[in-house]
């Protein structure tokens, strides 16, 4: 296993590096342009539009699937009737992939299908839902499709949080007359910060790993307006022919995800040591 890392993980990467420093095109050379393919990159208007588009994107995916998470796990640690049941229901989305639900939610919200016209049959005829269509709205539309999918995930994530809270604070709260919301503002969410800072490097991977949907959902437009980095990654590796763009540009998604994950990795670690100490 520790061979099978090195050899398709690190090496890997290190050979992308390599590439990036090149002038390659169809396939890699052994020339050095130096940060010439960075200078490239970065002066593409398609990759500063991707990359605005992911920030917008993960905001909102993140936030929102860390809030509705949060809700449906407080919701299911009431000790409903058919908790199992609900579990599923809710974590199902999340064992979907993600060109499947792209698909499913392309046909929700096609205006010729979807909502909108089943809307209008039932006699609204000026009912109006074509943001898949609009360029100002396709991005959110991404958004309700993935946050459908993920919010699952971490529901379970944070139930298993809840479900390690002593019940002797919650005794303590209710003699004391605590708010129940302030006792989750006040002192659950902070004792779920390990089960939160999971559930944020795993989302944020997602965030940066977003490539299916959009294809399956738009294929990145109308025009470039639901363009993501993994899509121009894509494209420019295969589509385009441009070996070298695409690994500065896979460099740079990596230096990302190295720069946000690693603290957030290491507060984790922290709060785990200080919670058994």
Known sequence: MALVA??????????????????????????????GQY?????????????????VYGVLFIALCLVLG??????????????GMLRTIFLYPYAMSFVATGLVWQWILNPGLGIQQVARNLGFDDFTFDWIVQQDTVLYTIVIATVWQASGLVMALLLSGLRGIDEELWKATRIDGIPK?????????????????????????????????????????????????AKFIMDYLFGRANVGLASAASIVLLL???????????????ALERSRA
């Open 6 to 35: 090195l050899g398709a993980y690190v090496l890997t990467m290190l050979w992308t590096a390599r590439v990036s420093l090149s002038s390659a095109r169809i396939f890699p050379t052994g020339d050095f342009v130096g940060l």
């Open 39 to 55: 200078e490239r990159l970065f002066r593409n208007a398609r990759w500063l539009l991707s990359l605005e588009n992911l920030a």
């Open 70 to 83: 949060f809700l449906l796990a407080v919701f299911i640690d009431q000790q409903v009737a058919g908790e």
């Open 181 to 229: 919301w302030r006792v989750y503002v006040s002192i659950v969410l902070p004792m779920l910060w390990p089960s939160v800072s999971t559930a944020l490097i795993l989302l944020f991977v997602m965030v940066v790993k977003l490539f299916d949907a959009v294809v399956a959902m738009t294929q990145g437009g109308p025009g470039t307006a639901s363009e993501v980095p």
């Open 256 to 270: 990302t995800v190295l720069a946000i994950v690693a603290p957030l990795y290491y507060a984790r670690s922290r």
